[in-house]
Nanobody
Framework: QLQLVESGGGLVQPGGSLTLACAAS????????MNWYRQAPGKERKLVAY????????FYADSLKGRFTIFGDNAKNTVYLQMNNLKLEDTSVYYC?????????WGQGTQVTVSS
């Protein structure tokens, strides 16, 4: 059974850092484009970053460049999102997504709250 499980969320002060993890089971994540999305209360879910299958090219939402880093660990079948210099507006539920043609899988989400 294909499954994505996020972890690593929590409460952090502005300027702090968190690293989210998305553990994949039932499939090899390197065969999919792996995405991180986030959704703040009352707002649409938005793409944060992705890493492509094969070459592992990365993409970031413009506002997050330089603060967020997406990377994968093939041995652990896990994708990570390292978040630095967190801001109040980064508060959201963060979701992991695995995508390839005709297939989309989602994790349950992990809450990140940035607050002083």
């Amino acid at each position: 059974q294909l499954q994505l499980v996020e972890s690593g969320g929590g409460l952090v002060q502005p300027g702090g850092s968190l690293t989210l993890a998305c553990a994949a089971s039932g499939f090899t994540f390197s065969s999919y484009t792996m995405n991180w999305y986030r959704q703040a209360p009352g707002k649409e879910r938005k793409l944060v970053a992705y890493i492509t299958k094969g070459e592992g090219s990365t993409f970031y939402a413009d506002s997050l460049k330089g603060r967020f880093t997406i990377f994968g660990d093939n041995a652990k079948n896990t994708v990570y999102l390292q978040m630095n210099n967190l801001k109040l507006e980064d508060t959201s539920v963060y979701y992991c997504n695995a995508h390839r043609s005709g297939e989309d899988y989602w994790g349950q989400g992990t809450q990140v709250t940035v607050s002083s």
